[in-house]
C-alpha cells in the first residue's frame, strides 16, 4: 500500500480494505493529536486533505464522484445552524415571557434539546454515509476514475455521442 498516494492524492481509485485501513489511521492521528495542545488542533486541520483524498478515491471506486462527501458535511452545518437559531429563539423567548425563571429555563431547554436531536439525526447521517462508502462494492472493470483497484486494465474508450 502506497501511503503517500493513499493520503495526498485524490486521483484513482481504492478498494474497500485500502479504505478502511487509511480511516483508521487517520481516525487515530486525530485521536492522538486532540491530546496536543495547540498544535493539535492545527494538524487535525492540515489532515483534513487526506480524509478527503481517501473519501474521494474510495467514492471513484464506486462509479461516483468526490463531491459527495459534502452531503454529511452539509447537513452538519445545517444542523448546528438550526440548533443554534431555534435553542437562542427559545432562550430569548423565555427570558422574555415574564413568567419565572424556572420557566424560562425550561423554554431554553426545550430549544436546546431540539439542537441536541438535530445534532444526533447530522450524526446518524454521517455514519450512514460512512457504512456506505465502507461496504459499497467496488464498480467492477475500469470506470472514469480509473482501473478498478489492483488491475492494470485500460481506461475504457471514450463514449460516442
Not at 8 to 17: D, F, T
Not at 23 to 42: A, D, K, S, T, Y
Not at 118 to 141: D, E
Request: charged content about 10%.
Amino acid at each position: 500500500m502506497d501511503f503517500q498516494k493513499l493520503f495526498l492524492s485524490a486521483e484513482g481509485r481504492i478498494g474497500r480494505g485500502e479504505f478502511w485501513a487509511g480511516w483508521c489511521i487517520l481516525f487515530v492521528i486525530n485521536l492522538v493529536v486532540h491530546f496536543v495542545p495547540g498544535l493539535g488542533q492545527l494538524i487535525a486541520l492540515v489532515l483534513i486533505y487526506p480524509w478527503v483524498c481517501v473519501y474521494t478515491k474510495r467514492l471513484h471506486d464506486m462509479g461516483k464522484s468526490g463531491w459527495l462527501q459534502l452531503i454529511p458535511i452539509v447537513v452538519f452545518l445545517a444542523a448546528i445552524i438550526i440548533g443554534v437559531i431555534a435553542g437562542g429563539t427559545a432562550a430569548i423567548m423565555g427570558a422574555m415571557s415574564g413568567h419565572s425563571d424556572a420557566d424560562a429555563g425550561m423554554a431554553a431547554l426545550g430549544g436546546f434539546g431540539l439542537f441536541f436531536i438535530l445534532l444526533c439525526l447530522a450524526l446518524l447521517v454521517s455514519l450512514v454515509f460512512l457504512l456506505w462508502v465502507g461496504v459499497s462494492p467496488t464498480q467492477p472493470g475500469a470506470n472514469r476514475y480509473g482501473p478498478e483497484p489492483g488491475t492494470t486494465d485500460p481506461l475504457p474508450p471514450p463514449a460516442a455521442v
